[in-house]
């Protein structure tokens, strides 16, 4: 071809097909254009256009005229596009249209009734996501009926209510899905003949008419496959699925149901597949034999907290020996083992979000088990022994779990030396030291085997780096040498064990020396009973005063002057009288055998400090030794009841105590009761 053809065949094209900069090819055969001013030409072999923003606000015969002629389109898409009106031949001239789809297109329910009017004969597929239904009628689909169109998709279009016979005579339609568009009510179910698929999830429907009339008359004869959403359900019973006889595949969003009839199921013969899913994590009660039906193949739970009437959780499919495919995500109060034990004939299984710690055991009885999926689980190893399932496995999905190593330890060698088993293990937790090496070797020769090898990361130990397992490079050698310690090593580090021993024993005792000291003293007095404790009868002080350093101001400015000044008793206070140098332990006992009686001044401070508790258990055994009573308890601060002791409730129970007033104007009143009870003596008090 010489430079001038070149030139005009350039010229040619580009007046074609690049008069506008707004359409590109992001696909062969696939042209999206975005802002254009008008409808461009395209190439002959294109098959599918999207326009995004199309600034044309009034559509007619004309507006698409350069797509007439495409006799391999097949798919048109017009989104984000404000639209003022549209005759109702719009496009009548589209003779190879098959698939329609307008999103987030705001017009007129009168237009958009035009726009499919001009829909060709050829169109069996129309979506309409985005639009504001909410005030559609029957008029809409005027133009649908008695055409080829056999599969409607609305989403997201606030439709509110669902009314059938809006789509009555559009004969051909086999699929009919409503997802997501606010549909609270079901006014007519309206009659479709040949509709095979019915999809009303992502729904809130409280209000929904019986699919068989009080005549006896179906609207959906052939129906094999509804999904719906409910709302305001409380339980479901066979009424409700009355006219479904040819049902397959059943999915419900529960809602608000918390139970299932045993007979819910019982007259859909035909049904193969059931699934229940809820948004959030809902308790889900089942009446025994729920899933007893001979056909059963498949069942689906999200987000179900089980539980069965008059039986275990996880007797639930004990009744469906046939079934063959089986998902739980976030499914609670289940023993997986016991759940799974009677399901034998299982091909597919997948557990996610589960209580799961560790493969279940009864997998491996399992031998028809081509696919297992066990993700988002705390599952680190499976190493079962003589597991038959996991050589007929095609696909094991342990991706998402706390997997840190991978070796023959953990895993058995039967996985690995099952070559036609892909294994996907990704985002897991893997660690890169000598005990990673084995995987790291392995996976590089079994690459092909392992799903999404490539993003497999691994964290290195004492850093915060992450690398590519791939990428890994320690050798064999330096961990082999890393595991030999040397003879010198070893008694050193004994050595230092020991020295390190040593040393805290002796911190230890040192700073606990005081406490070491009293638990044994208690301990030999305990033995003895206190005997140490009796005396003769003659006496060096009136009462030894106990009391906490917190309470010294009050024993100094307030007990003393009139106690040892005005009344001229003699009291023995621990900060005053004892021997220095002597051990504290015998300068409170025999301070307390010299005291006629003893003085507790009670506080929280007091019943917190131990040698404070250990002066009164002393005072209490004092007592039960001599008979008599020796104690004066002084409540100077009110006690909390989560501070008081056992031995404190004792002493309230049988002592009357001595309140410290608040006030000044009745602190002489205390101090007289606090010297009759001084003056007493043991015949006075003789137990």
Known sequence: MNPLSLTVLFLIIHVSYGETKECHVFRKGSWSCKGSTFVPNFPNDTTAVTFIDLKIDNWDNQTFQNLTELPLLEYLLIKSTWLNTSTNDVFKSLKYIQEFELITV??????????????????????????????????????????????????????????????????????????????????????????????????????????????????????????????????????????????????????????????????????????????????????????????????????????????????????????????????????????????????????????????????????????????????????????????????????????????????????????????????????????????????????????????????????????????????????????????????????????????????????????IHFCSYQSLVRKRKYKTLVNDGQYTHDALVCYCNADVNWVLNKLLPIIEEENHFNLCLHDRDVFVGSNIIDNVVDCMQQSRKVVLILSPDFVQNCWCQFEASIAQQKILEEHYDIIIPVLLNEIPSNLRTESLVDLQNHKTFLNWPNESQYEEKFWEQFVKRLNENETDNEA
């Open 106 to 515: 705001p017009l007129p329910l009168l237009e958009l009734r035009n726009v499919l009017l001009g829909l060709p004969l050829t169109t069996i597929k129309l979506v309409l996501s985005e639009m504001q239904l909410e005030n559609m009628n029957k008029d809409i689909f005027d133009g649908l009926r008695g055409t080829n169109v056999s599969r409607i998709f609305i989403s997201r279009c606030n439709m509110v209510r669902f009314d059938g016979s809006y789509f009555t005579g559009i004969d051909r339609l086999e699929q009919l899905v409503l997802q997501g568009d606010g549909i609270t009510t079901v006014t007519d179910w309206g009659y479709l003949p040949n509709l095979i698929y019915l999809d009303l999830y992502h729904n809130e429907i409280s209000n929904l008419p019986k699919f068989k009339n009080g005549s006896g008359f179906i609207f959906y004869p052939k129906l094999e496959k509804l999904f719906i959403g409910l709302s305001g359900f409380n339980y479901l019973n066979s009424n409700f699925f009355k006219g479904l006889d040819g049902l397959h595949k059943l999915g419900i969003f529960v809602g608000h149901i918390v139970l299932l009839r045993s007979d819910v199921f019982q007259k859909l013969k035909y049904l193969r597949a059931v699934s229940l899913v809820s948004l959030k994590h809902h308790v889900l009660r089942f009446e025994q034999n729920v899933f007893k039906l001979k056909l059963l193949e498949s069942v689906e739970l999200i987000n179900i907290h089980v539980d069965v009437n008059e039986g275990k959780p996880s007797s639930l499919l004990k009744s469906c020996t046939q079934l063959r495919n089986l998902i739980l995500r976030n499914v609670s109060n289940i023993n997986a083992n016991d759940l799974l034990r009677p399901l034998t004939k299982l091909e597919n299984l997948q557990i996610t979000d589960g209580q799961v710690s560790k493969v279940p055991d009864a997998i491996c009885n399992m031998n028809n088990l081509t696919g297992l999926s066990i993700i988002y689980t705390n599952v680190s190893k499976w190493n079962k022994a003589n597991c038959s399932v996991m050589r007929v496995l095609r696909k094991l999905e342990l991706n998402d779990n706390k997997i840190r190593y991978v070796n023959q330890e953990l895993f058995s060698h039967l996985l690995f030396n099952n070559e036609k088993l892909n294994i996907d293990l990704s985002n897991n937790p893997f660690v890169c030291d000598c005990k990673t090496l084995w995987f790291r070797d392995w996976s590089r020769k079994n690459a092909g085997r392992l799903k999404n090898y490539k993003t497999y990361r691994c964290f290195i130990p004492d850093t915060s780096d992450y690398i590519n397992l791939e990428n890994f490079s320690l050798s064999w050698d330096y961990c082999e040498n890393r595991q030999k310690p040397s003879l010198i090593a070893m008694f050193g580090g004994i050595i230092a064990v020991l020295v390190v021993i040593f040393v805290c024993l002796a911190i230890l005792s040192y700073a606990n020396r005081w406490s």
